[in-house]
Nanobody, 120 residues
Framework: QVQVVESGGGLVQPGGSLRLSCAASGSISTIAKMAWYRQAPGKERELVATITRSGNTNYVLDTIRDPFFISRNVNENTVSLQMTNLKPEDTADYYC?????????????WGQGTQVTVSS
C-alpha cells in the first residue's frame, strides 16, 4: 500500500507566499510523474504543474501571472510547490498526484488535499 500526504496549506494575504509539500510512503520502487492540481470552489480540478523523475517540469498556469515552482526530491519521494505572489483567485484545495511503482504494480495516487486561502 502506498500513500501520499500533502502539507503546508493555510491562510495567506494577497502577495504572500506558501510552500506546499507532499510525501509518498509505503513500498516504493520508483515514482514517475508527480504533479500538483487545484480545485477552486465551484470549479473543476485543474492541473497546475508536473515534474518527471528526471526533473523536467511543465507549468500549465502562466508562470508570469502565477509564479509557482514545482520541485522534487527523488531520494525522499517528495514533491513541493512553491507559490509566490498569491492572489485571491489562487484560493483552492491543492492536491498532490503521483505515479508510483510498488511491488510490480503502478499506483496512481492522490493526496487528500490541502486548503489554500488567499485573503486579506
Amino acid at each position: 500500500q502506498v500513500q501520499v500526504v500533502e502539507s503546508g496549506g493555510g491562510l495567506v494575504q494577497p502577495g504572500g507566499s506558501l510552500r506546499l509539500s507532499c510525501a509518498a510512503s509505503g513500498s516504493i520502487s520508483t515514482i514517475a510523474k508527480m504533479a500538483w492540481y487545484r480545485q477552486a470552489p465551484g470549479k473543476e480540478r485543474e492541473l497546475v504543474a508536473t515534474i518527471t523523475r528526471s526533473g523536467n517540469t511543465n507549468y500549465v498556469l502562466d508562470t508570469i501571472r502565477d509564479p509557482f515552482f514545482i520541485s522534487r526530491n527523488v531520494n525522499e519521494n517528495t514533491v513541493s510547490l512553491q507559490m509566490t505572489n498569491l492572489k485571491p483567485e489562487d484560493t483552492a484545495d491543492y492536491y498532490c498526484y503521483m505515479e508510483i511503482l510498488s511491488r510490480g504494480s503502478w499506483f496512481y495516487q492522490w493526496g487528500q488535499g490541502t486548503q489554500v486561502t488567499v485573503s486579506s
